[in-house]
């Protein structure tokens, strides 16, 4: 990769900005001063310094973030605020995108990434990754609406989805609250499975992506990045 490209994507400004740095002599690939904006370098070998402290080159972030009510899963929106600008502009040079989507009032487990493989890994219908919800339902479920999800539920248009497990956390004959797994994504489609059974989703969270939990020490708005741990078990 050349070196002003890397610099500029690593945040130390245009390429313009770094030029100037190279110009200063302020920029060495292990230990050797560098000024050709067009020198390649390779930086999961080469020690790549700026005034001297070392640029940590990660091609690719993975960042979870508990999603608040309110935000729209996208990169941009002429009208609605997006959960990009929840994120530190110091990650804006990454480019990243939400790994599939959730709802502007539905909260919880969302991933940002600038991998489209990874991206495809999690959210490709052939994957068959769980996403697991839990949610408040403006009416009573009952043992037939379990039976109903686990053989899958037609929706208005016609599509019958595949099984789900549905589990009743408590109910009180007017609300319900509920445990879903999933191992598909269709628009809207919790709300529209728990519309097909004759009830209403009054509120909805999503607690779980395959093996990963949503960080309960994880404000609304918050986020932090995956750890290696946590990455190796989502992909394996």
């Known amino acids: 990769m050349r070196i002003d490209k890397l610099l500029a994507n690593m945040g130390y400004g245009s390429r313009k900005d770094v030029k100037l740095l190279l110009k200063q002599g302020a920029v060495q690939v292990d230990g050797q001063p560098v000024k050709d904006a067009k020198r390649h370098v390779k930086p999961e070998t080469e020690v ?6 070392a640029v940590d080159y990660k091609p690719f972030v993975y960042l979870m973030m508990n999603k ?12 609605e605020t997006t959960v990009l600008e929840l994120i530190d502009p110091s990650y804006a040079h990454y480019e990243l995108f939400p790994v599939g989507r959730l709802d502007k009032d539905t909260t919880g487990l969302l991933l940002l990434t600038n ?6 890994a999690l959210m490709s219908p052939r994957k068959h990754v769980d996403k697991v919800y839990v949610a408040e339902i403006d009416g009573e479920m009952t043992v037939d609406d379990v039976r109903r999800f686990a053989e899958g539920v037609e929706l ?4 019958t989805t595949k099984p789900a497990r549905l589990e009743v956390i408590s109910r009180n004959g007017r609300r319900s609250m509920i445990r879903l797994t999933l191992s598909e994504g269709k628009y809207h489609q919790v709300k529209r499975m728990v519309a097909a059974v004759g009830k209403h989703v009054e509120r909805l969270e999503r607690i779980q992506i395959g093996t990963l939990e949503l960080d309960p020490t994880l404000e609304r708005g918050a986020y932090r990045e995956l750890t290696q741990e946590e990455y190796d078990a989502l992909l394996a």
């Not at 608040?68 to 009208?79: I, K, L, R």
């Not at 991998?115 to 495809?120: E, K, P, R, T, V």
């Not at 208005?156 to 599509?159: L, R, S, V």
């Open 48 to 53: 790549v310094t700026v005034f001297g402290e």
């Open 68 to 79: 608040p009510e309110g935000v729209v899963s996208a990169t941009e929106d002429q009208v």
């Open 115 to 120: 991998d489209g493989a990874f991206n495809h």
């Open 156 to 159: 208005e248009d016609g599509y």
